[in-house]
Nanobody, 122 residues
Framework: QLQLVESGGGLVQAGGSLRLSCALS????????MGWFRQAPGKEREFVAG????????YYVDSVKGRFTISRDNAKNTVYLQMNSLKPEDTAVYYC???????????????WGQGTQVTVSS
């Protein structure tokens, strides 16, 4: 059974940085494209970043381009989201997701982690 476990969330001041990690177990990690999503209170779950199975292709929502970087280490079965220059509007629960193919819609992904809270204070 595929499981995803996120870590690395927390409280940070505006302008600060955090790195989120998501470890996949129960399946061959390199077979899955990975995505990061976020959901703020009262809002829909939003795509943040995605990465192909090999890591050669990455894509981002416009609001995080130049600030966030998604990467993966297939030897460690882990995907990362490096978040720099954080803003209060980045505050949300962040989720990682896995699917056999890449996508930007939440409905595309079959597997989800439990989420990790990121809070950015002004």
């Amino acid at each position: 059974q595929l499981q995803l476990v996120e870590s690395g969330g927390g409280l940070v001041q505006a302008g600060g940085s955090l790195r989120l990690s998501c470890a996949l177990s129960g399946r061959t990690f390199s077979r899955y494209a990975m995505g990061w999503f976020r959901q703020a209170p009262g809002k829909e779950r939003e795509f943040v970043a995605g990465i192909s199975r090999s890591g050669d292709s990455t894509y981002y929502v416009d609001s995080v381009k130049g600030r966030f970087t998604i990467s993966r280490d297939n030897a460690k079965n882990t995907v990362y989201l490096q978040m720099n220059s954080l803003k209060p509007e980045d505050t949300a629960v962040y989720y990682c997701a896995a699917d056999l193919g890449p996508g930007t819609k939440a409905s595309h992904y079959d597997y989800w982690g439990q989420g990790t809270q990121v809070t950015v204070s002004s």
